[in-house]
């Protein structure tokens, strides 16, 4: 009689512990949106995502296009979208610094999102002119204190990775060049190449194939770890720790999305960062996926919070703004 009531006590026991609810599946196409054209790191990093996340999810991902504005046009429209995990937003730093940079703006950068996850993280390379006369770090950023506003300084747009980079490169020195502003790294780069520009500061993805074959002059990578494939120090190991960033992408859903499809999202892009494919092409790319840990929702809002209120004061400080 007691063993009979010990095993039904215990058959109650294991009806009350909870069981884990299945993941939520998506059933419709769903969109990444991204702020940038067609063709740049952006677009190719969401293009690759899209693709592992579509064969996890059973269903179609597809990239759309949504320019303009630094971003700001894509991000407002996904989050005003329906919080039903169909319309998604991946962006970069940029994202992180329009906080600051636009004054106005009809969305909170971190309420009106919900983080999915952290995609890639990709260096930053200080590159000169061909005939730049420093020979290492230390030496160019002399020659900036040096030359100051006769030099110039290359960027393509504000809130771009590589303008937020020259500010730094700006802030350390404690000397202003004078910026000239692009439409895209390309055209910079090419007039750098041409001795028309003396400095940018750009992604190791747009910089690399030129740094290899000598037709622009690198310094350094601004991550705390050197770049495999090119032979340049850190701006810590040359002596200049405080130009230190990356351009990173995260993948975004609208405020209020359910978490259920919220995890399973983040799910999928996990996996889609997983796949052979996809990190060969970030490897040519001179772009690192987002580890496990990294690639969470938790781990994304706690970073996004940082980066808002790291690049803060810095665009403060410099009093530059988009609006």
Not at 223 to 251: F, K, N, Y
Request: net charge neutral.
């Amino acid at each position: 009689m007691m063993h009979r009531r010990t095993l039904l006590a215990a058959g109650a026991l294991l009806l009350t512990v909870p069981v884990p609810a299945p993941a939520q599946e998506i059933n419709r196409a769903v969109t990444i949106t991204v702020p940038f054209a067609a063709g740049g790191p952006t677009d190719v990093i969401s293009r690759l995502v899209a693709e592992g996340m579509g064969r996890n999810l059973g269903v179609p991902v597809v990239v759309e296009n949504v320019t303009g504005a630094g971003g700001t046009i894509a991000a407002a429209r996904v989050a005003q979208a329906r919080p039903d995990g169909t319309t998604l937003l991946m962006h970069h730093i940029g994202h992180a610094t329009t906080a600051t940079l636009y004054r106005k703006l009809s969305y909170d950068v971190e309420r009106s999102f919900a983080p999915l996850g952290l995609v890639s993280d990709a260096a930053m390379t200080l590159v000169a002119r061909p005939d730049f006369p420093a020979q290492d770090l230390a030496g160019m950023m002399a020659e900036i204190r040096r030359q100051g506003d006769k030099l110039t300084l290359a960027h393509s747009g504000l809130g771009g990775a590589n303008q937020l980079c020259g500010m730094l490169l700006q802030r350390s020195a404690r000397q202003a060049l004078t910026t000239v502003v692009f439409r895209g790294s390309a055209p910079a780069i090419t007039d750098m190449m041409a001795g028309r520009i003396d400095v940018f500061c750009d992604q190791a993805t747009n910089t690399a194939p030129f740094i290899r074959d000598g037709r622009i002059k690198a310094y350094a990578v601004t991550l705390p770890q050197r770049v495999p494939g090119l032979d340049l120090p850190t701006t810590a190991e040359a002596g200049q720790a405080d130009i230190a960033m990356s351009t990173w992408h995260g993948l975004y859903a609208p405020a209020g999305t359910p978490e259920p499809v919220q995890e399973r999202l983040s799910a999928a892009l996990r996996a889609a960062l997983r796949e052979e494919r996809l990190l060969a092409r970030f490897n040519e790319l001179v772009t690192a996926a987002a580890s496990e840990d990294r690639a969470t929702p938790a781990f994304h809002r706690r970073f996004l919070s940082e980066e808002v209120a790291r690049w803060r004061p810095i665009i403060q400080e410099a009093g530059v703004y988009a609006d």
